[in-house]
């Protein structure tokens, strides 16, 4: 039951200071330099300390817990992805510059999948992390089918929210294979998704 008490004040954000900011940012540098090559399994908080001059204990004054760092590092993950998207004809187009990217970063690609599987337990702090990303995700591809949709670049048998769902199921389970897989080519087959939503049903 949430606290309604006026004369009890729920606690501010915590106060960052320039050199604290500072050090987040490269405690958040390292980790994504050492998550994209390794992944979540090796890439333990004593490693990623160590490398910033820090001990385990006191990286968590910066990130509290290891999943905090670890949401925090796809955060950024996201970011870089979206930066490379930037500019693309349509957002069709985006996703496939995003599986570009993610070719490059294997152990970033293998936190994203290990963190979804643990966010569909209730009560993991990935949960909110991942409910977010599908709902924004969901709503810009819906977004930009639906675009091509109407300027006649994309097939409407089948709806702009279906086929968003479809496009982002379609993903996960690529790179999911890919991973037990390396010889799996994404990018041919996210060309052709691509092409099926694209392609018009003969009359």
């Known amino acids: 039951m949430p606290n309604t008490d006026p004369a009890r004040k729920a606690p501010g954000p915590r106060r960052r200071y320039p050199k604290g900011e500072a050090k987040r940012a490269e405690i958040l540098r390292t980790a994504l330099e050492v998550l994209a090559a390794e992944g979540d399994r090796k890439a333990s908080l004593r ?9 385990a204990t006191g990286l968590t004054h910066y990130f509290g817990t290891r999943e905090e760092l ?34 490059g970063v294997p152990g970033l690609v293998r936190l994203y999948v290990a963190l979804t599987a643990s966010a569909a337990d209730p009560g993991h702090p990935a949960g909110p992390y991942f409910a977010r990303r599908y709902q924004g995700l969901h709503g810009a591809l819906r977004r930009g089918i639906e675009a091509m949709q109407a300027d006649g ?9 279906e086929l968003a769902r479809l496009v982002i199921a379609a993903i996960d389970g690529l790179q999911m294979q890919w991973l037990v897989d390396p010889e799996v080519d994404m990018i041919r087959a996210v060309d052709g998704l691509v092409t099926m939503i694209t392609s018009f049903p003969s009359d």
């Open 153 to 161: 670049r994309a097939r409407t048998d089948v709806g702009a929210d």
């Open 47 to 55: 490693v990623i300390a160590d490398r910033v001059g820090l001990t």
């Open 70 to 103: 670890f949401l925090a590092v796809l955060d950024e993950r996201d970011r870089e992805a979206t930066a490379a998207a930037e500019g693309v004809a349509d957002s069709l187009e985006a996703v496939t510059r995003t599986v570009e990217h993610n070719l």
